[in-house]
Protein backbone atom coordinates (compact mmCIF):
# COMPACT_ATOMS: atom_id res chain seq x y z
CA UNK A 1 0.00 0.00 0.00
CA UNK A 2 1.34 3.61 -0.80
CA UNK A 3 1.59 6.25 1.84
CA UNK A 4 3.00 9.23 -0.05
CA UNK A 5 4.91 9.39 -3.20
CA UNK A 6 7.63 12.33 -3.32
CA UNK A 7 9.33 13.73 -7.00
CA UNK A 8 11.21 10.37 -7.44
CA UNK A 9 10.38 8.36 -4.40
CA UNK A 10 7.09 6.38 -3.13
CA UNK A 11 6.87 5.66 0.88
CA UNK A 12 4.80 2.04 0.90
CA UNK A 13 3.96 -0.77 2.66
CA UNK A 14 7.31 -3.15 3.46
CA UNK A 15 6.77 -6.38 1.33
CA UNK A 16 8.87 -10.02 1.63
CA UNK A 17 9.79 -9.14 -2.05
CA UNK A 18 12.31 -6.18 -0.03
CA UNK A 19 13.94 -9.02 1.97
CA UNK A 20 16.96 -9.17 -0.52
CA UNK A 21 17.86 -5.33 -0.47
CA UNK A 22 16.22 -5.24 3.56
CA UNK A 23 18.68 -7.64 4.42
CA UNK A 24 21.46 -5.75 2.80
CA UNK A 25 20.94 -2.86 3.86
CA UNK A 26 20.32 -4.21 7.85
CA UNK A 27 23.60 -6.22 7.43
CA UNK A 28 25.97 -3.08 6.71
CA UNK A 29 27.93 -1.70 9.98
CA UNK A 30 27.74 1.99 8.25
CA UNK A 31 23.89 1.62 7.97
CA UNK A 32 23.98 0.27 11.34
CA UNK A 33 26.61 1.87 13.31
CA UNK A 34 23.56 4.53 14.92
CA UNK A 35 20.93 2.23 15.18
CA UNK A 36 22.14 -0.90 17.04
CA UNK A 37 25.87 -0.30 16.88
CA UNK A 38 26.23 -3.40 15.12
CA UNK A 39 25.31 -4.95 11.63
CA UNK A 40 22.20 -7.55 12.02
CA UNK A 41 22.79 -11.11 10.29
CA UNK A 42 20.82 -12.52 7.72
CA UNK A 43 18.68 -14.74 10.43
CA UNK A 44 17.99 -12.09 12.59
CA UNK A 45 16.93 -9.95 9.20
CA UNK A 46 14.72 -13.24 8.34
CA UNK A 47 12.78 -12.50 11.41
CA UNK A 48 12.49 -9.06 11.81
CA UNK A 49 11.52 -8.30 8.04
CA UNK A 50 7.74 -10.40 8.67
CA UNK A 51 7.16 -8.79 12.46
CA UNK A 52 7.51 -5.53 10.69
CA UNK A 53 4.92 -6.53 8.32
CA UNK A 54 2.66 -8.18 10.74
CA UNK A 55 2.61 -5.03 12.73
CA UNK A 56 0.33 -3.03 9.54
CA UNK A 57 -2.63 -5.27 10.64
CA UNK A 58 -2.27 -5.24 13.95
CA UNK A 59 -4.76 -3.52 16.01
CA UNK A 60 -3.67 -0.63 18.40
CA UNK A 61 -0.33 -0.62 16.13
CA UNK A 62 2.04 2.55 17.02
CA UNK A 63 5.40 1.40 15.16
CA UNK A 64 5.11 1.84 11.76
CA UNK A 65 8.24 1.07 9.46
CA UNK A 66 7.68 1.21 5.45
CA UNK A 67 9.84 0.41 2.41
CA UNK A 68 11.29 3.75 0.50
CA UNK A 69 11.44 3.06 -3.42
CA UNK A 70 12.36 4.82 -6.35
CA UNK A 71 9.71 5.67 -8.64
CA UNK A 72 11.64 5.26 -11.95
CA UNK A 73 12.67 1.74 -11.22
CA UNK A 74 10.93 0.29 -7.82
CA UNK A 75 14.42 -0.14 -6.52
CA UNK A 76 14.30 -0.12 -2.64
CA UNK A 77 16.44 2.49 -1.21
CA UNK A 78 15.36 2.65 2.28
CA UNK A 79 13.10 2.58 5.43
CA UNK A 80 11.38 5.34 6.78
CA UNK A 81 9.65 4.67 10.42
CA UNK A 82 6.59 6.84 12.25
CA UNK A 83 6.31 5.36 15.80
CA UNK A 84 5.23 6.43 19.53
CA UNK A 85 8.45 6.70 21.62
CA UNK A 86 8.25 5.55 25.63
CA UNK A 87 6.69 8.81 26.11
CA UNK A 88 3.48 8.29 23.39
CA UNK A 89 5.44 11.07 21.29
CA UNK A 90 5.70 10.13 17.24
CA UNK A 91 8.85 9.69 16.49
CA UNK A 92 10.67 9.35 12.96
CA UNK A 93 13.66 7.35 11.74
CA UNK A 94 14.59 6.35 8.28
CA UNK A 95 18.05 4.45 6.89
CA UNK A 96 19.26 3.95 3.55
CA UNK A 97 21.24 1.31 1.86
CA UNK A 98 24.77 3.02 2.01
CA UNK A 99 24.80 2.91 -2.19
CA UNK A 100 21.78 5.57 -2.35
CA UNK A 101 23.52 7.85 0.33
CA UNK A 102 23.92 11.67 -0.61
CA UNK A 103 21.61 11.36 -3.55
CA UNK A 104 19.31 13.85 -1.70
CA UNK A 105 17.06 11.22 -0.76
CA UNK A 106 16.63 11.47 2.99
CA UNK A 107 16.53 15.03 2.80
CA UNK A 108 13.36 14.20 0.17
CA UNK A 109 11.73 11.73 1.95
CA UNK A 110 11.76 13.41 5.33
CA UNK A 111 10.00 16.61 3.72
CA UNK A 112 7.21 13.90 2.14
CA UNK A 113 6.94 12.73 5.77
CA UNK A 114 6.51 15.57 7.20
CA UNK A 115 3.43 16.87 4.89
CA UNK A 116 1.99 13.03 5.51
CA UNK A 117 2.06 13.70 9.20
CA UNK A 118 0.37 17.42 8.39
CA UNK A 119 -2.25 16.06 6.31
CA UNK A 120 -3.52 13.23 9.04
CA UNK A 121 -3.85 15.62 11.65
CA UNK A 122 -0.39 15.10 13.36
CA UNK A 123 0.71 17.81 15.80
CA UNK A 124 3.93 16.70 16.48
CA UNK A 125 7.29 15.12 15.43
CA UNK A 126 10.30 14.02 17.46
CA UNK A 127 13.90 12.92 15.53
CA UNK A 128 16.46 11.50 17.90
CA UNK A 129 19.60 11.54 15.85
CA UNK A 130 22.98 10.09 17.49
CA UNK A 131 25.86 13.51 17.71
CA UNK A 132 28.57 12.03 15.48
CA UNK A 133 25.67 11.61 12.41
CA UNK A 134 26.46 14.49 11.04
CA UNK A 135 24.56 14.65 7.88
CA UNK A 136 21.42 13.38 9.51
CA UNK A 137 21.47 16.37 12.02
CA UNK A 138 22.00 18.52 9.01
CA UNK A 139 18.80 16.96 7.49
CA UNK A 140 16.56 17.27 10.58
CA UNK A 141 17.88 20.43 11.29
CA UNK A 142 16.77 21.55 7.46
CA UNK A 143 13.95 20.51 7.79
CA UNK A 144 13.16 22.92 11.04
CA UNK A 145 13.57 20.19 13.80
CA UNK A 146 14.31 22.32 16.90
CA UNK A 147 17.09 21.35 19.55
CA UNK A 148 15.54 19.97 22.55
CA UNK A 149 18.40 18.39 24.88
CA UNK A 150 21.71 16.42 24.56
CA UNK A 151 21.84 12.92 26.39
CA UNK A 152 23.38 9.85 26.39
CA UNK A 153 21.23 6.55 24.77
CA UNK A 154 20.25 3.70 27.47
CA UNK A 155 20.79 0.77 24.39
CA UNK A 156 24.60 2.15 22.66
CA UNK A 157 25.70 4.38 25.12
CA UNK A 158 26.23 7.05 22.18
CA UNK A 159 25.88 10.49 22.66
CA UNK A 160 22.43 11.83 21.14
CA UNK A 161 20.22 14.60 20.40
CA UNK A 162 16.71 15.25 20.59
CA UNK A 163 14.87 17.50 18.35
CA UNK A 164 10.99 18.48 18.10
CA UNK A 165 9.28 19.70 15.49
CA UNK A 166 5.74 21.08 15.67
CA UNK A 167 3.47 20.48 12.29
Keep these: MTIFKTKRLIVRS ?9 NKMQSNKNVMRFVRGRPMTYEENKEE ?4 IEFYDKEGNDFFIYAITRIEDGFFVGTIALIKDEFKNDEIG ?5 EYWGNGY ?4 LSGLIAYCKSIKMKNLI ?3 ATENVASLKM ?3 A ?4 IENFVSDDLQLPEQRYYLEL
Excluded: C, H, S
Design 106 to 109: GTEV
Design 94 to 98: YRFLE
Design 140 to 142: IKN
Design 14 to 22: LKMEDFEAF
Design 127 to 129: AIV
Design 49 to 52: LPKL
Design 144 to 147: GFQF
